[in-house]
């Protein structure tokens, strides 16, 4: 794939002005090598002339900056520090036992998708009882399970020919999408399929 799709969405309460620039892995710029040199990897964030690379410390630098205009983690302690939890047992165990799916056949790779479904269920759990998974309203946690489930997951699944992601084995999590699904912004910001 030459070019990356790499978007989160963001609430539409945030109003705040950006410009978006895609970037060509196969042949990365010389702006993507001069604001992450050390991964030389998408997303990056340019803000006053300083770079903040990686997707779930951008969100938690937009968090800190926009305070006045959004909240995306709980002011709460202890429910912030869960909120980053979660998004590193995303980041951490659930992505890389799905990237380990499409490297994988046979045996071995029923294993990987069995070990993904169990992974998939204890993040379902947290859902359970809220209509999303940040409370009340879309935050922090929300972006960051909808970038993997829903612009990447999704859309890799159907490329492998794996069915192990249905509404049958995960009914909460797609009632979720399907709220999600509704708002604009969402929709905007869907990774293309080809």
């Not at 790499?6 to 993507?32: A, C, Q, T, W």
């Not at 964030?45 to 300083?50: E, M």
């Amino acid at each position: 794939m030459s070019h990356s799709h790499h978007r989160y969405f963001v609430p539409p309460i945030m109003g705040i002005p950006y410009e978006y620039i895609e970037e060509d892995l196969s042949n990365k710029s010389s702006l993507l090598l001069k604001y992450n040199p050390v991964h030389q990897k998408i997303p990056v964030l340019v803000h006053n002339g300083k770079s903040i690379p990686e997707s779930l410390v951008i969100l938690e630098y937009i968090d800190e900056t926009w305070r006045n205009s959004l909240v995306l983690l709980p002011q709460d302690p202890s429910e912030r520090s869960m909120a980053q939890f979660w998004a590193k047992f995303i980041d951490e165990k659930i992505l890389i036992t799905a990237r380990k799916v499409s490297f994988t056949t046979g045996k071995e790779q029923e294993q990987t998708i069995e070990e993904l479904s169990e992974h998939l269920k204890l993040l379902e759990n947290e859902l359970k009882g809220k209509p999303y998974f940040s409370g009340e309203a879309i935050g922090y946690l929300d972006i960051v399970v909808a970038n993997f489930l829903v612009f990447w997951f999704r859309n890799l699944q159907e490329a492998l020919g794996i069915n192990m992601f249905t509404e049958e084995k995960f009914s909460i999590i797609f009632e979720w999408i399907e709220k999600l699904v509704k708002i604009n912004v969402f929709e905007e910001c869907r990774i293309p399929k080809e």
